[in-house]
């Protein structure tokens, strides 16, 4: 059974930090790609972050570079996203998921298994 759970999330002033996490099992995982989007209230779930397993490299939207960091912890099955100097803006539930249509991977129709999400709203 494939399970992705996210926590990790919460309320804080513009200009902090937070660093959700992603934990999954029931997948070979390292053969996908792991990304991090992001949906606020009445938009579209959007492309946040993306990391492959095999080399780590790392993929960014351009509102979140510079600001905001992917990475892992193999022996954990985690993946995680340093958020730094939040913005208002940056408030949404955030989502972890496999990147299954590797070729599809800045659309959240490229993934599968999505988590609950987490919560992470930022005050002006």
């Known amino acids: 059974q494939v399970q992705l759970v996210e926590s990790g999330g919460g309320l804080v002033q513009a200009g902090g930090s937070l660093r959700p996490s992603c934990a999954f099992s029931?997948?070979?995982?390292?053969?996908?790609?792991m990304g991090w989007f992001r949906q606020a209230p009445g938009k579209e779930r959007e492309f946040v972050a993306r990391?492959?397993?095999?080399?780590?490299?790392?993929t960014y939207t351009d509102s979140v570079k510079g600001r905001f960091t992917i990475s892992r912890d193999n022996a954990k099955n985690t993946v995680y996203l340093q958020m730094n100097t939040l913005k208002p803006e940056d408030t949404a539930v955030y989502y972890c998921?496999?990147?299954?249509?590797?070729?599809?991977?800045?659309?959240?129709?490229?993934?599968?298994?999505w988590g609950q999400g987490t919560q992470v709203t930022v005050s002006s």
């Open positions: 998921a496999p990147n299954i249509r590797s070729w599809d991977m800045f659309d959240a129709k490229g993934y599968d298994y």
């Open positions: 990391m492959t397993w095999s080399d780590g490299s790392s």
């Open positions: 029931g997948l070979t995982f390292r053969n996908y790609a």
